[in-house]
């Protein structure tokens, strides 16, 4: 990272009783952290909307990135910033302290890393991708889709009708994947299928890992070489390999993949199945997905008795929530227990005891016929060694672009690579499809700032999209009873969009157009392929 590229707006937070206290913990866990001195850090005062120390016009040509409420949002102090510091929407970030995954009301001893955490996330995303005074070369037009498993089958039919020229790396990795595991149950050759969409009407090329003998770097983008001596040139490439879940170590217990194995052999079930959803490791939104679609059809179609034990898992996320509600709707019993689980294992036979957080009352199931503990995920050592080659996101799990404060939908550090989630619907697909077009539009379709809006007359404030929101971008607003867009957050990601059960959100300037839609319009404007 280039030495103060990057320069944290720090809000001291006057405004809270406790403030210098907390304040000063983050500050030292910033120091703590960043002992390169690669990032400067500029503190200012909320209550007096000045900087300490300094005007704030003193940052020009450094990326910025804010740290503090929405409140400044409305009283429009990082507007004056970015104006007195004439700083592009493309250098700065906002990280909210005071809400979503970061609160500094709650003050637990985990936050100031967390906070830091993303304050140098951000740093390590804006110092990769810098814009200032920087013209962008022209990219090479073909895409590269990483992984012919079902989540790179499903970006690479997806993108196929923008983006014609596009190969598939078939790697060893398997075909699918947790989080994406319940597609089985609507249709055991989904992957099969879906590779016979990819391959209709337009030929797309697929590549062997095998044969690959180097990925480079080059202006345009990247250029891939195999054993035989032929080169390709790529703009962009996709990475979206499948993963591996850990086999479960609990004798006579099922981890989620081999679970799932065991139904999609049609044997005779019965009696009683009983999840421990976060007892192993914490879940990703789309993997406890798996476990409600699981347990519904065990309910449903096999008429057993079943459990899921949840500690932390949040129900009321993108696409979660309906899964939830009709599994309970068909009688599966979920039990959210304080403090600890114990899992008693006497010759593969099992006792699960906990004790239910709202009655305070023990819950024992004795012996079930069938234990599933999900297991953490990793990716392969392929996959792996692709990401760690290019410094993405060494550890699979610890970002996913459907829930990042610190990189946009499908974006990487690395710039012209981007990732797809392990997700059924198309929402994904769509933001996908959308940040390539931006990556690859020469001259850039100018949007009013405020993307995103909300029809006051059709918003039922159900707060889905303050929920499902990657950027925090949407807050609640108790006098209007109407969800308020934050301009300054918005990244015009479409998932609001995509979410809103009362179609009350639409993205400024593309009404009545699903985002690809909008990417073909722009695309017709000028030849990518």
């Not at 899992?343 to 199931?365: K, L, M, Y």
Request: with cysteine.
């Amino acid at each position: 990272m280039a030495k103060s590229s990057v320069a944290v707006m720090f809000c001291m937070c006057e405004c809270f009783p406790d403030a210098k206290k907390r304040s000063d913990a983050i500050k030292a866990e910033f120091f703590e952290q960043n002992r390169e001195d690669t990032i400067e850090l500029h503190t200012f005062s909320c209550t007096a909307k000045t900087k300490i120390g300094g005007d704030i016009g003193s940052l020009k040509g450094k990326n910025i990135i804010f740290t503090g409420c929405s409140h400044l949002l409305k009283i429009g102090f990082y507007d004056d910033v970015v104006r007195a510091n004439a700083c592009p929407k493309s250098n700065y970030r906002m990280i909210n302290i005071k809400g979503g995954k970061f609160d500094f009301f709650e003050g637990n001893d985990s936050w100031p890393k967390k906070i830091v955490s993303a304050i140098l996330a951000e740093a390590a995303t804006l110092s990769e991708n810098l814009t200032i005074e920087r013209e962008t070369p022209e990219r090479y037009s073909r895409v590269l889709v990483y992984g012919s498993g079902l989540k790179g089958l499903r970006a690479a039919a997806h993108l196929k009708k923008g983006f014609p020229s596009l190969d598939i790396l078939e790697t060893e990795d398997g075909n699918l994947s947790a989080g994406m595991l319940s597609s089985l149950l609507k249709d055991k050759y989904c992957v099969t299928r879906q590779r016979e969409i990819v391959e209709e009407g337009r030929k797309i090329g697929f590549i062997s890992s095998k044969d690959i003998q180097f990925i480079q770097p080059v202006e345009q983008g990247f250029r891939v070489a195999d054993r035989g001596g032929n080169v390709t040139d790529y703009g962009a490439i996709v990475f979206a390999p499948e993963t591996v879940e850990a086999e479960c170590t609990e004798t006579g217990a099922f981890n989620l993949t081999g679970f799932y194995r065991y139904l999609l052999r049609g044997e005779p079930m019965k009696g009683t199945a009983c999840f421990l959803a976060d007892y192993k490791t914490a879940l990703l939104p789309e993997v406890f997905g798996d476990v409600l679609s699981a347990a519904h059809y065990l309910k449903s179609e096999k008429f057993m008795n079943v459990f899921i034990f949840l500690k932390n898992i949040q129900v009321c996320i993108r696409g979660r929530q309906a899964l939830y509600d009709k599994a309970r709707e068909a009688g599966v019993v979920f039990i959210k227990y304080a403090d600890e689980i114990e899992a008693d294992n006497t010759g593969g036979e099992f006792t699960i005891r906990a004790v239910d957080e709202q009655s305070g009352r023990p819950c024992v199931v004795k012996k079930p016929d069938f234990l599933v503990i999900p297991q953490k995920l990793f990716r392969s050592p392929e996959a792996d060694e692709f990401a760690r080659a290019w410094k993405l996101n060494p550890e699979y799990g610890s970002h996913t672009p459907s829930v990042s404060l610190f990189i946009g939908p499908n974006g990487t550090v690395r710039q012209g690579i981007f990732t797809v989630g392990p997700s059924e619907d198309d929402a994904d697909l769509e933001s996908l499809a959308y940040v390539l077009r931006e990556f690859y539009l020469e001259e850039r379709q100018e949007f009013e700032e405020h993307i995103a809006v909300v029809d006051s007359e059709k918003c039922a404030y159900c707060l889905t999209c303050v929920r499902v929101c990657p950027f925090g971008a949407i807050n609640k607003n108790p006098s209007d009873k109407v969800a308020m867009v934050l301009p300054f957050l918005c990244r015009a990601c479409g998932t609001c969009v995509a979410e809103c059960p009362a179609q009350a959100v639409q993205l400024r300037n593309m009404p009545n157009e699903s985002l690809y839609d909008s990417v073909k319009l722009i695309l017709s404007k000028g030849d990518v392929s």
